[in-house]
């Protein structure tokens, strides 16, 4: 009887671990459909490539964060992109990305590429931690951009290794330098990002790599 109990019980953990984590749902609006940039969307990029490219991009930043539990992620159930009417290139709004029709129309090279890269940036946004609102604004989009360079889509504007004026200078000047931090100590911007979901200090640098953050970014730079 105590072995089948011990079975049981067993057979209970592997089911367990089998199962999938919690599903989000992605959904697509185009609200500038009548738009030229609307519609240069449809015909370059289109509505199930968009969706699938946030399924990837969802999965790369779990596994970049090493989020690898529901515990360890934002519970988001469902993230909606919407094509809109608007300047700039894109933003995000808790669980809601929104992205630029002007700026799909104007782009001249490889749209599809670059809107790709966009979308891993923001959806990056949606998932990591932001210190309680205490992080400086040019350390999250620093890891925004990080984990689009990670993930292969830095296009070729972006700085080159060691430039940029300061450490949280933000986007690929911070991607960066967080890339070179990382390469100190592999993991660490997972790390750092689990460190933020309850607020932020500078001292997690020193946590992390045992150097001021102050120190890296000259080390770094030289």
Not at 156 to 174: F, K
Not at 207 to 213: I, N
Request: hydrophobic share 40%.
């Amino acid at each position: 009887m105590a072995n089948n109990i011990s079975f049981f019980l067993s057979s209970l953990v592997i089911l367990a671990a089998m199962q999938p984590t919690a599903a989000v749902d992605y959904t697509l609006t185009n609200s500038a459909a009548a738009t030229p940039g609307g519609v240069k969307f449809n015909n370059d990029i289109g509505a199930e490539y968009t969706i699938q490219t946030l399924r990837s991009a969802t999965s790369f930043i779990w596994t970049t964060f090493n989020q690898n539990t529901d515990a360890d992620r934002k519970n988001i159930a469902r993230v909606s992109v919407f094509i809109d009417d608007m300047d700039g290139v894109a933003y995000t709004s808790n669980d809601e990305i929104h992205v630029s029709a002007n700026y799909i129309q104007g782009y001249s090279g490889d749209v599809k590429t670059e809107i790709t890269g966009v979308l891993y940036h923001e959806m990056t946004h949606v998932w990591q931690w932001n210190g309680n609102g205490e992080a400086p604004g040019g350390l999250i989009e620093g890891i925004a951009d990080y984990v689009r360079l990670k993930a292969g889509y830095a296009p070729s504007h972006w700085v080159q290794p060691g430039q940029g004026d300061r450490w949280d200078q933000g986007y690929d000047v911070t991607a960066r330098f967080l890339d070179y931090c990382n390469g100190l100590r592999d993991g660490f911007v997972a790390e750092l990002n689990n460190k933020m979901r309850n607020g932020y200090n500078h001292g997690y640098f020193v946590d992390l790599l045992g150097k001021t953050v102050d120190q890296l970014w000259a080390e770094y730079k030289a």
